[in-house]
């Protein structure tokens, strides 16, 4: 079947579905493979669960007229996609980067719907399944898309921008995370800047972050000339950094002082972005700095939280060596009597895993905090460059050690990378 006439099935769809277990009726089932699973078999099940249509590329699957059969169903998916948004007629900004593309995504969908009807990504969907998925909930009554990339090795970053053809896009930076997949640094900014090769070619508006070396040195590198610059003065637009103790602070360009609910100073950078797009599309100044103020970040990212006497700051969502320092030091900085820091491992980071623990422990070993609490078999390596912390194989013997080690008035820092899922600990806090 080609793409036009499955796009018809499609229209004449409520949603895509790739998950029977969320079925709605009168959706279209994608049957994707996994590793452990072949989800042709969960085509018949689909459509007893009210699917309208079931999409399998294996021929033995096909019962009748209902299920429609492709010569392989994820990169049918991709090509419906990418066909549907040739349908749309509107301004699609594409967010990537290391740290900080789902905070930044968020604000900036938050800043656009002052004016708009938007429509950005839910949850991690970032992938070569999410960002198709993603588009083709895009309905017509949507005026602006923010689209989330996320990657783990080269050439993916070229298909999902190739998918989505943005018309606009933001480098969140270029930071030491999958560093196992990438190869390295450099294959992290060879990976991430696929996206500025995409705006390159396609002549597509950059909105660039000057403050950020890295990055003005990747946009000359390609002689790029559509950007939109902050937040620095005779930039596009500017802004000025006042403090983050614990939630950040500016100054908008008007002279304002806006403070937020987001913690740590290298979330600057996010709103300042957000607030950048915000003035591009037209969003009034007064409207845009109301949506940085209103923000509250969830699902476990720059999360603070109250728990008996302590303050729990729990950004357990993620972590890379990058994070993790700008984390700490934005933890140190805040005015608190006592203070905690928890570390989880840092996954992803292969024949550099050892080495990054190791110099995070001596990054750490620089600042004074009440304990210093590291979990993860990796986070063994983090002890050998500072003895003074209190180290744990595990998660559950870090959660015995809370419960029998009780806390009073005092500030924690808890991060790790989402395969530890720390936020389980702040019940023994």
Known sequence: MNIEKLYQFYLNCS??????????????????????????????????????????????????????????????????????????????????????????????NAVLSKKYKTFSTKGNLNNHIGVPLTLLSIDKTTEIAIIEFGANHQEEIKELVNICVPTHGYLTNIGRSHLEGFGGLDGVKKGEGESFDFYKTNNAIVFLNTVDKMLVEMVEERNLTNIITF?????????????????VKYKDEKGNSIETQLIGSYNFANISAALCAGKYFGVPAEQANEAVLNYIPGNNRSQVLNKNSNIIFLDAYNANPDSMEVAVKN???INANKKVIIL??????????????????????????????????????????????????????????????????????????????????????
């Not at 003065?233 to 614990?246: G, W």
């Not at 491992?345 to 050892?354: K, N, P, R, V």
């Open 15 to 108: 949603e895509v579905s790739t998950d029977t277990r969320k079925i709605k009726p009168g959706s279209i089932f994608f049957s994707l493979k996994g590793e452990k699973f072949n989800a042709n078999s969960f085509a018949e099940k689909a459509l007893e669960a009210g699917a309208k249509y079931a999409v399998i590329d294996e021929a033995e699957f096909k019962k009748d007229e209902r299920y429609i059969l492709v010569d392989d169903v994820l990169k049918t998916l991709q090509q419906l996609a990418k066909f549907h948004r040739r349908q749309l007629n509107i301004p699609i900004i594409g967010i990537n980067g290391s740290n900080g593309k789902t905070t930044t995504k968020e604000l900036f």
């Open 231 to 247: 937040p620095q003065k005779n930039n596009f637009y500017s802004c000025e950094f006042i403090s983050a103790d614990p939630y």
């Open 331 to 333: 933890f140190y900085e």
């Open 344 to 429: 989880g491992d840092m996954f992803e980071l292969g024949e550099e895993s050892e080495i990054e623990h190791q110099k995070l422990g001596k990054f750490i070993s620089a600042y004074s905090f009440d304990k210093i609490l590291l979990v993860g078999k990796m986070m063994k390596a983090a002890l050998h460059t500072n003895p003074k912390a209190f180290y744990f194989l595990d998660k559950f013997s870090l959660q015995n050690w809370l419960y029998d080690n009780k806390f009073e008035n005092t500030h924690f820092l808890i991060k790790g990378s989402r395969g530890m899922s720390l936020e389980t600990l702040t019940e023994f806090i």
